[in-house]
């Protein structure tokens, strides 16, 4: 099974941007859905944005327009990048892979965005 680990979260100033990386064990390329999901403190896990086996970015509604999904399959890797951020964009980010052919799905451990001042 692909194994994935998120990196690049930390600790950012309200307006300030940050870029998070997924690396995959295996290859990506045309093979899984890729998507980076989050969850707040004592809410459900869900969805900032996702990109298509062909490249097609899908975004939630609340980071369209600040956010950009984007992978290098030579690298194996899914990145998302957001601006202007805010402190309800505070979460755990999880990087996940549902593979096309049988829509078995895989998660990353998950890295803490905190956007505070």
């Known amino acids: 099974q692909v194994q994935l680990v998120e990196s690049g979260g930390g600790l950012v100033q309200p307006g300030g941007s940050l870029s998070l990386s997924c690396a995959a064990s295996e290859s990506i390329s045309g093979y899984y859905v890729m998507g980076w999901y989050r969850q707040a403190p004592g809410k459900q896990r869900d969805m900032v944005a996702t990109i298509s086996s062909g490249n097609r970015p899908n975004y939630a509604s609340a980071v369209k327009g600040r956010a950009t999904i984007s992978k290098d399959n030579a690298k194996n890797t899914v990145y998302l990048q957001m601006n202007s951020l805010k402190p309800e964009d505070t979460a755990v980010y999880y990087c996940?892979?549902?593979?096309?052919?049988?829509?078995?799905?895989?998660w990353g451990q998950g890295t803490l965005v905190t956007v505070s001042s």
């Open positions: 996940k892979a549902r593979r096309v052919r049988n829509g078995l799905e895989y």
